[in-house]
């Protein structure tokens, strides 16, 4: 029940189009759900994270998806750019508990 | 500079060595972490620790050693018992709202 399952596991993206990266989770009780950003060789930075409170969040190009009736969420990056290629996480957690990975989505943007 | 930092960058472990990885944070933060990642996989949890002189094993303890004397500090020692250590092992810092700062990372490979 504490698994987060993450799709697809690669995606390729013209430049200016909008990858959408889909998570689900089965714990009703995770009430903290970030997306992380992984360069190769590098650790994972935060990007943006979302509480089960709301539908939507925005930061920048970024925006999460919230549905918590389906127990879902996603990640969309609008006009994505070469340097957005990276590999991207979502996880969830709830309280002072471990934080949940999913397994993780390899995006490539192509010029 | 606040922030994480992990030694080595790249380390190499002969048979039946033990192996010790630092991880230092001066963000004062109470929680501390240690994950595992081999390529194409997600992060996997090794230990974690929410207080000094506390920890708890993770998904994947077995092979590994940690203690937690300083707030700040968090090392992970791999030990001969670990029989496929080879991995990008990366450390964390988080904070009750269960934001974690991920260091650099360090790589290890088993000669």
């Known amino acids: 029940q504490q698994q987060v399952k993450q799709s697809p596991q690669s995606l390729i993206v013209q430049k200016g189009g909008i990858p959408i990266i889909n998570c689900a989770y089965e714990n009703t009780a995770f009430d903290y759900f970030p997306w992380y950003q992984q360069f190769p060789g590098k650790g994972p930075a935060l990007l943006i994270a979302i509480r089960p409170d709301v539908s939507e969040k925005k930061e920048g190009r970024f925006t999460i998806s919230f549905n918590k009736s389906a127990k879902q969420f996603s990640l969309h990056i609008m006009d994505s750019q070469p340097g957005d290629s990276a590999t991207y996480f979502c996880?969830?957690?709830?309280?002072?508990?471990?934080?949940?990975f999913g397994t993780g989505t390899k995006l490539q943007v192509i010029p | 500079d606040g922030g994480i930092t992990q030694s080595p960058k790249y380390l190499f472990r002969k048979e039946g060595q033990n192996v010790t990885l630092s991880c230092e944070q001066n963000l004062n933060h109470d929680a501390m972490y240690w994950y595992r990642q081999d390529p194409g996989q997600g992060l996997r949890l090794i230990y974690y620790s929410q207080i000094v002189n506390d920890f708890q094993k993770g998904d994947i303890a077995e092979g590994y050693s940690v203690s937690r004397e300083k707030k700040e500090s968090f090392p992970l020692t791999v030990t001969s018992a670990q029989k496929n250590p080879t991995a990008f092992y990366l450390c964390a810092s988080g904070t009750g709202s269960n934001e974690q700062f991920f260091g650099p990372g360090t790589r290890l490979t088993v000669l």
């Open positions: 996880a969830a957690s709830r309280g002072y508990q471990k934080v949940t």
